[in-house]
């Protein structure tokens, strides 16, 4: 059986400000970051990445800048803004009290 | 949100940068990721073909990521711009119509606001030029405004407090010699602080300092860009030459821009050249008497303080000037102060309200051009919009927004309204040109500054904005509304009329309207202007021709250039061309008359226009003295004693009986009426009869400021053989602005003219745009009606009726909008000009042209869709079903 799951809607956001939020990445470094925390566990189409951050830099949560990649090419590096570490808290406490509510609610 | 908009706005100003680095970012992803799968055992090309079937499509992952940028709105609006630029290019003739009926629109008002601005809005060129405030002293027993005196000045200036700085000028004319060459200028005398209370900078050198304005201080000048232009060839070198001013050496210490053209519109030109006040008393050594004496001739300025405003100003002027009232009862008594915003007082304030109707007129009819001009092409939009009703139903059924489609519309309008708004604007600079070019075309002389400015482009660029949300919205609304099943189901040729009819029916009805008050405007002007033909000045203005010499200001000058008059007068008359000639004080038909007050038994003191002039004045300019005489020729004896009256001024003086022989006061003296001279125009064509006096020219009175000389030939060939002739008697004063009988008339009836032209051109232009408007209206309907007229065809309606059937719907609406309009015209004139008070028969013939003309207008743009009407052939229309 395949262990992998769908990601839910509106999650993608959440896991990108988790995953910057430990240090600046580039778009494929968000990506591993991703699949790393989530043990494999998230089927993630990687094209969908970028729309997501553009729209989080967009809305000013997290900041870009050019920078040196490991393997010394140019490359686009993310980081949070304190706007985005402020959402960042907010939305996983909400997360956490969804989870908990959903979990209790289909445990009852 | 803030983010949101910098991120916009970004994205589209750099949006082939944003476009690079997105390509870079997501190339550098799937290499990256490559690079991983050959580590992990992978060939490359394998690896690089499994990165990016993991990537997923990136034209898709890069629309995406533009509308997460928010670029979506601007791509559709690309887009919007494409399409509609290719349904234009279908139909160009649609195209070019509404664009250029834009433009006359836009056109108009904009040249109009451009005047507007120039002469009631638009701030002195200064910095914070909303601080600088006019101070008028104001004659509260004539009701006249009234200038200020120099001890009045100082009065304000120490006292004030919500004034920072307070000046005073003078303006006059002046013989101004460089190189050689003695050209007339106008020059501003003022107070030592007056260009740092502008704070307004030279381009070069310095401006007035204190010191400068003092009568032990070296005479300085400051010349204006274009005088240095003109007359030092833009010479860096000019500071420290020196000018003569009326043979007076003054050194050039500062040139000032050109965008500054003085304070005050009034004089028909901008001051050329600026002395301190002090030093005018060498130029017009009279002046010296008016630092200590109440007498007006200053005019202030003055710069408000912090935290004052112009009506507390006021407040305080109004205080001291009571103060003054009070210690000065002898001079000041009736006088008191009003405090104007210098950018709302450009002119004496009594010429605002004339220059205000006047202009009012003219914003008016430019209006109703640009309103007609909307209706019109909301019309022309509106028939678009329904004929591609088809299109948007199918675009709404495959799942288009609304508001999209709406989108869709209004960026049509704007693509045509951008050419439209730009041949406006050249439209603008031409109506510029023209009214630059008629002298005195609102009836006063002002020194308006008619170029090119931003403020224009705002207004062109804002009322254009304007226009297509107009013309625009109301027709993409309208055509959008339906929905999309009914819309798919009626055909092209439906027999229902659709519920549009009103609508565009209202549209031409508004139009034609508003040509009909633009003809009767126009027509109403056109007869006043008709009438002033038959006008009589009250002397034959053929053969004439007047010229103005720069009389000098310094006494010194004077008696050598008297007598190179006399000199010049002789010769002229010698000349076989030349019937006669004279010289005189003032011109004929000039709106500035001097005046002198005078007194006899019968009428008490009155104050009378009067004219200083030679023994063959009369003769010369063709005014005949119906009773006694005119001056002697002997100038030997006390002429000074003598007097010629006109026919009014004799008739009112004694009620009637001649009055030759009658003694008047005058100054002092007794003089005695010699003879009456019949009534002439003297300000202007339209003035009423008014008494006038004609006083002679003396060695001790003032010297003539002008020559008549009846010519014998065409009088503007004389004028080059004049000024020869002047040169070579070796005055240095110049000689200039020669004018002909006819160029005198014509100036008098400038204003008249251009109202007359202009508000009738914009009548016939509207009148075109509405039979277009019209026309369009007839012809959808006609074609709409197709299968209703070729069912009564079939039925056997006659070609006759069917054409009558259209003829009549457009005689109808010409009718309900030319009432309409006639009335509302007639209104708005009664209104706006008093002049016009008695509209009787003679308004009755321009309304009934205006009647007519809309008759034939109606019926001319009815013939072509009647007459298609009447051809239907009704086989192969309704076949075509």
């Known amino acids: 059986m395949d262990k992998t799951v769908e990601l839910i809607p509106g999650t993608l956001d959440l896991l990108i400000l988790k995953a910057v939020s430990l240090e600046p990445l580039h778009g494929y470094g968000v990506l591993l970051r991703i699949q790393q925390i989530c043990r494999g566990a998230l089927r993630i189409q990687q094209g969908s990445l970028y729309p997501a951050l553009y729209k989080l830099e967009a809305e000013g949560l997290i900041s870009s800048s050019w920078g040196q990649s490991e393997n010394n090419r140019r490359a686009k590096y993310y980081d949070l803004t304190e706007a985005g570490r402020a959402r960042f808290l907010q939305e996983s406490q909400k997360w956490t009290r969804v989870v908990a509510v959903m979990s209790a609610a289909l445990r009852a | 949100m803030l983010s949101r908009v910098r991120a916009f706005v970004m994205a589209i100003s750099h949006r082939f940068r944003m476009e690079a680095a997105m390509d870079e970012e997501l190339r550098f992803h799937m290499e990256a990721h490559a690079e991983d799968l050959v580590r992990s055992g992978l060939t490359r090309r394998e690896a690089e073909r499994q990165a990016a079937i993991a990537f997923g499509a990136v034209v898709a992952v890069k629309q995406d990521c533009r509308r997460a940028l928010g670029l979506r709105l601007f791509d559709e609006f690309a887009q919007d711009i494409r399409y509609a630029a290719r349904g234009l290019r279908r139909n160009p003739g649609f195209g070019a119509a509404v664009a250029l009926t834009l433009s006359l629109g836009t056109g108009a008002t904009t040249a109009v606001f451009s005047v507007a601005d120039e002469a009631l809005f638009r701030p002195l060129p200064v910095p914070q030029a909303e601080r600088l405030v006019n101070i008028f002293a104001l004659d509260r027993k004539a009701g006249r405004y009234v200038s200020s005196s120099f001890p009045d000045y100082e009065e304000f200036r120490q006292r004030t407090t919500t004034l920072e700085h307070l000046s005073a000028y003078v303006r006059f004319q002046v013989n101004a010699t460089v190189r050689e060459r003695t050209d007339r200028v106008q020059i501003e005398a003022v107070t030592g602080n007056y260009f740092s209370m502008l704070r307004l900078n030279p381009i070069k050198g310095r401006v007035f300092r204190d010191t400068d304005d003092s009568a032990a201080a070296e005479p300085v000048a400051l010349i204006h860009e274009e005088y240095w232009q003109r007359v030092f060839d833009n010479d860096p070198a000019a500071l420290g030459k020196t000018i003569l001013i009326e043979d007076r050496p003054f050194t050039v210490v500062g040139i000032v821009p050109r965008r500054f053209r003085g304070p005050n519109l009034n004089w028909q030109e901008p001051p050329q050249v600026w002395i301190p006040l002090r030093a005018a008393a060498s130029v017009v050594p009279p002046f010296a008497n008016l630092f200590n004496l109440r007498a007006p001739w200053l005019v202030m300025i ?580």
Request: proline share 6%; glycine share 10%; with cysteine.
């Open chain 2, 302 to 881: 003055g710069r408000l303080n912090p935290n004052y405003t112009a009506h507390q100003a006021d407040v305080e002027f109004k205080t001291i000037a009571a103060g003054l009232a009070h210690a000065e009862p002898g001079t000041n008594r009736d006088l008191t102060a009003v405090v104007l915003g210098a950018s709302e007082s450009k002119f004496w304030p009594a010429y605002r309200n004339e220059i205000g109707q006047s202009i009012g007129i003219f914003a008016l009819a430019s209006v109703l051009v640009l309103l007609l001009a909307c209706a019109n092409i909301s019309n022309l939009q509106l028939a678009r919009a329904l004929a591609r009703r088809r299109e948007f139903a199918v675009r709404v059924a495959l799942g288009a927004a609304h508001m999209r489609l709406v989108r869709q519309i209004l960026t049509e309008s704007l693509l045509l309204a951008v050419p439209g708004c730009l041949v406006g604007f050249v439209i603008a600079l031409g109506l510029q040109a023209i009214l630059i070019r008629v002298p005195n075309a609102f009836g006063l002389p002002l020194a308006l500054d008619l170029t090119m400015n931003d403020r224009m482009g705002v207004f062109s660029t804002a009322i254009t904005g304007t226009a297509v949300l107009l013309f625009g919205l109301f027709p993409a609304l309208r055509a959008t509304r339906s929905d999309a099943a009914t819309s798919l189901k009626e055909s092209g040729n439906a027999l229902s009329p659709g519920g549009d009819g009103w609508l565009r029916n209202g549209l031409v009805v508004a139009q034609i309207c508003f040509a009909a008050i633009l003809l009767t405007g126009g027509g109403l002007f056109a007869r006043d202007l008709l009438r002033s033909y038959s006008i009589d000045p009250g002397l034959p203005m053929d053969h004439l021709l007047t010229a103005t010499f720069g009389t000098p200001t310094n006494p010194a000058l004077l008696g050598g250039f008297r007598r190179a008059q006399t000199e010049l007068e002789q010769r002229l008359s010698d000349l076989p061309t030349v019937e006669s000639a004279a010289l005189a004080r003032e011109n004929l038909l000039s709106p500035v008359q001097g005046s002198i007050p005078v007194e006899s038994q019968e009428s008490g003191p009155i104050l009378l226009q009067r004219n200083f002039v030679d023994p063959g004045f009369f003769h010369t300019v063709g005014i005949d003295i119906v009773s006694g005489r005119g001056f002697p020729t002997n100038r030997a004896t006390g002429q000074q004693t003598f007097a010629v009256v006109n026919g009014t001024l004799a008739a009112r003086a004694r009620h009637g009986s001649d009055p030759v022989g009658m003694l008047m006061k005058m100054q002092g003296a007794s003089i005695e009426i010699i003879g009456v001279a019949r009534d002439a125009k003297y300000g202007s064509l339209w003035e009423e009869p008014k008494p006038y006096i004609y006083l002679p020219l003396s060695p001790e009175g003032p010297p003539p400021n002008y020559l008549m000389v009846r010519t014998r030939v065409a009088p503007e060939q004389m004028a080059p053989l004049i000024r020869r002739e002047w040169e070579r008697i070796g005055s240095h004063a110049p000689m200039y602005d020669f004018r002909t009988g006819e160029d005198l008339l014509n100036a008098s009836l400038a204003p008249q003219r251009v109202a007359a032209g202009g508000i009738g051109a914009f009548g016939i232009l509207a009148l075109l745009l509405a039979s277009l408007g019209l026309y369009s209206v007839l012809a959808y309907s006609v074609k709409q009606r197709t299968r209703e007229l070729a069912i009564r065809a079939a039925v056997g309606a006659r070609p006759g009726v069917v054409i009558w059937n259209v003829m009549r719907r457009s005689l109808v609406l010409a009718a309900a909008g030319g009432v309409i309009g006639i009335a509302l015209g007639a209104a708005v004139m009664r209104v706006l000009v008093t002049r016009l008070s008695g509209l009787s028969m003679e308004g009755g013939v321009v309304f009934s042209s205006v009647a007519a003309l809309l008759a034939c207008m109606s019926i001319t743009a009815s013939l072509l869709p009647a007459f298609r009407a009447s051809r239907i052939n009704p086989g192969s229309a309704l076949r075509g079903e």
